[in-house]
């Protein structure tokens, strides 16, 4: 079937994207993360903090999938500059200061490097949580610098490109696009 919702190829600036997962997928996908959320937690009350603003959309898309008891909470931290992660992460929004004995689930919309992850997990466990696990929609496997032991939901392995919509931007735009573009790449001149 044609969405005629979606568009194949959308420009945000200097930069042309095209569409490389519809919405239909993750709404999909995220249905099943949430099924099996419900059933690795089942009978347990987990705190779900999303890192903002990334996470905004399939935070809210998740959670609607979720049907045993929880809470929810939010953290915002910095480290992209245009299309580039920077390492350097600030945080503009603390974590919930009441996490200890919790069972913490962290949700972001996309692991790169997975330093951003890496300081967020760093703080967490600081406020000795029961268990910590994260959820994320998108992971790009070859760009990661540290293994991750917590990233047990996984929306979508990527390549290591840049991507926009559902929540994601670039430089500030386009998180309200309902599916997720990647950059094109620009084929070299040849000599
Ligand atoms: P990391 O610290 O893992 O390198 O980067 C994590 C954060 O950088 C994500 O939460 C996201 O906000 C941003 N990020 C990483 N890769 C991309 C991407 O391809 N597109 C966009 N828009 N943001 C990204």
Do not use: W
């Amino acid at each position: 079937m044609v969405n005629l919702a979606t568009m194949n190829k959308i420009q945000i600036e200097d930069k042309e994207f095209e569409i490389l997962i519809q919405n239909d997928n993750i709404a999909r996908r995220t249905r099943l993360i949430g099924i099996q959320i419900n059933v690795d937690y089942e009978n347990r009350c987990p705190v779900f903090i999303g890192v903002l603003n990334g996470s905004f959309l399939f935070m809210a898309d998740l959670l609607k999938e979720i049907t045993i008891s929880c809470e929810i909470g939010f953290t915002k931290v910095s480290s992209y500059q245009g299309t580039e992660s920077s390492g350097n992460v600030k945080e503009t929004l603390s974590l919930p200061d009441d996490l200890q004995d919790r069972d913490v689930i962290l949700v972001e919309d996309i692991v790169d490097t997975g330093l951003t992850l890496s300081h967020i997990l760093t703080e967490v466990y600081k406020q000795n949580p029961a268990s910590v696990k994260v959820c994320s929609l998108l992971l790009k496997p070859t760009a990661l610098k540290t293994p991750i032991k917590e990233l047990d939901y996984i929306g979508f392995e990527i390549t290591n490109e840049f991507v926009v919509g559902y929540g994601l931007d670039y430089n500030g735009l386009g998180r309200n696009l309902k599916d997720i573009y990647r950059a094109k790449t620009v084929a070299p001149l040849l000599p």
